[in-house]
């Protein structure tokens, strides 16, 4: 094991490499550029939740180096972390609010992009109902910011049709959790990687994408069997004892096929089945159309190896699958994420060390924006439609239950229909830049050219940032403070190292501050709010239990 690590990460975790990275002393920092002062903060770039510091010298972020004492990193860091001061201090920052006049996006006051956005977003709710207004966030922002922001939009503002880009790229995970568990919420965490006997990944290349995930997997001692499973030869294909290159699109075919070796051959968990699951009847008549031999013939891989693979699990002392985007943006995600499941509850490799189905998120803090809610459900959980739900939310946050909305309104793509269909009239972009990530860009272009405002909240002048009418100037990471959940839902705190440059505001500010030139809103849903830990305090009473 210690050979495919050293391997796989470019060095020997005994070497001496391994313990500079641990004591976070990557290089000599020349004097010029030694930090007056370290600040403990998480990073933000992916749902790994590595902690680190942040070294400040002259009010700017000079250096970045990791905590040797956090659980998720034991202080190094990837490249990207790293380097992650750079982006505090980068060229395309946006450093004041800009209107467009005369086709041109102008500097304007804090004041005149808010009396632009609220007087529209007032004319468009007169004209044609708050319906008429969508919010377009993300998994990139701190979960105070998320909270504030959804609270806003959907209580404030009066529209629910509002999603995050986290659900382009979570929301089959989190749609499959609710199908098999009736939660989204991950079961697994990294220590699983740590006691695992067989680990299996599919369409995830942590190698690249999640590489601090291999430190884990170097303080694993039993020698696990690594199953990876992708279509792709990739980095982590490299370190497998087994590599199973099937077809794009079948893996949804192997889990099945995986389950129906596992019943015919009476591998299967009874006992667990029995007192823990249910629908296991219906289960076995939908895989009789899985047969080894036609899942061989779908997905390209040999009959044994699926023997092999079967066995593997439902063999193994604890066994853990982990996925990400292969998965999750696949053909029938939601179906195949719903199979991974499947595997693990009729072989219960479930709920012990070792043994999960374990999603691994993508953005820093897709996880904790889909636990305040607001898109795929209410905050905590709180499944749209539960009249006790709805009623216990309203009295927590202390709101009228009728202004709670009792149905999930339009979802990502849907906002670009209703769009394209003229029934929305106003975006409001949030810390995302879909002129990239969106996939129809044809279709996205043409509907956006139909608004009649486009308000882009980011810290960067990006590609859609180019084209609003109103840009709000935010601060990034290291600028402001709160918490991200991490994939293995683990609160980190992320702080403040430098103020916003120019005269960006953080996001929480931006929307509080939006938030006063509605008439009561601020004082309705943010009595005496002021400050990041006055939405994490309402939030710990909001998903207490």
Not at 57 to 86: F, R
Not at 382 to 394: M, P, S, V, W
Not at 418 to 441: C, D, H, M, Y
Request: aromatic share 8%; glycine share 8%; charged share 25%.
């Amino acid at each position: 094991m210690i050979r495919k690590i050293k391997d796989f990460l470019g060095f020997d975790i005994k070497e001496d490499k391994y313990k500079l990275s641990k004591d976070a002393t990557f290089g000599v920092i020349s004097d010029e550029k030694k930090p007056d002062k370290w600040v403990f903060s998480t990073c933000g770039y992916c749902g790994v939740g590595c902690g680190l510091y942040i070294g400040v010298k002259d009010a700017k972020a000079v250096y970045t180096k990791g905590n040797p004492k956090h659980a998720v990193n034991m202080g190094t860091l990837c490249p990207k972390g790293l380097s992650e001061h750079q982006l505090i201090n980068a060229d395309n920052r946006i450093l004041k609010p800009l209107i467009r006049k005369n086709e041109k996006l102008e500097e304007a006051s804090w004041d005149a992009a808010y009396r632009k956005v609220s007087d529209t977003f007032k004319r468009i709710t007169k004209e044609h109902g708050a319906e008429a207004i969508g919010v377009i966030s993300t998994g990139q922002l701190l979960t105070e910011e998320f909270y504030t922001l959804g609270k806003f939009v959907q209580l404030g503002l009066k529209t629910n049709n509002f999603d995050g880009n986290t659900t382009l790229c979570m929301a089959s995970a989190v749609v499959g959790y609710k199908q098999s568990l009736g939660s989204d919420g991950p079961v697994g965490c990294y220590e699983d990687f740590e006691v695992a006997d067989v680990i299996t990944l599919i369409g995830a290349n942590i190698a690249d994408n999640h590489p601090i995930l291999k430190l884990h997997l170097a303080k694993n001692k039993k020698n696990p069997k690594i199953i990876v499973i992708d279509p792709r030869q990739s980095k982590t294909s490299q370190m497998a004892d087994m590599y199973v290159p099937l077809k794009a699109r079948t893996d949804l075919a192997l889990l099945n096929g995986l389950c129906y070796i596992i019943i015919e051959h009476g591998w299967e968990d009874a006992e667990y089945i029995k007192k823990n699951c249910n629908g296991f009847g219906a289960l076995k008549k939908h895989l009789k159309d899985y047969p080894p031999q036609e899942v061989a013939n779908i997905t390209g891989i040999e009959v044994k190896e699926l023997y092999e693979i079967a066995r593997s699990i439902a063999g193994a002392e604890a066994a853990l699958t982990a996925w990400t985007m292969g998965v999750n943006q696949s053909f029938m995600g939601t179906d195949t994420v719903s199979a991974i499941n499947n595997l693990h509850l009729i072989t219960g490799q479930i709920g012990r060390p070792g043994a999960a189905p374990f999603s691994i998120t993508g953005q820093c803090n897709a996880m904790g924006t889909r636990e305040v809610g607001f898109t795929s459900s209410l905050p905590g959980y709180r499944n749209f439609g539960d009249l006790k739900a709805t009623r216990e939310y309203a009295s927590i946050v202390n709101v009228p239950e009728e202004i709670v909305p009792t149905q999930r309104g339009y979802k990502y793509a849907e906002i670009i229909d209703a769009i394209e269909r003229g029934e929305i009239k106003a975006l409001w972009i949030v810390a995302t830049n879909p002129l990239v990530s969106f996939v129809n860009q044809d279709k996205l272009r043409a509907a956006l050219k139909k608004l009649d405002l486009l308000v882009v909240q980011d810290a960067f002048y990006s590609d859609t940032a180019e084209i609003a009418d109103v840009v709000f100037a935010a601060g990034t990471w290291g600028e402001k403070e709160g918490v991200y959940t991490n994939s293995e839902r683990r609160c980190n705190r992320a702080n403040k190292a430098v103020e916003p440059r120019g005269d960006a505001k953080s996001d929480f500010d931006i929307v509080l501050e939006l938030s006063s030139h509605f008439q009561g809103v601020k004082e309705l849903l943010f009595p005496s709010w002021s400050k990041p830990e006055d939405a994490f305090n309402e939030w710990k009473k909001v998903s207490k239990g």
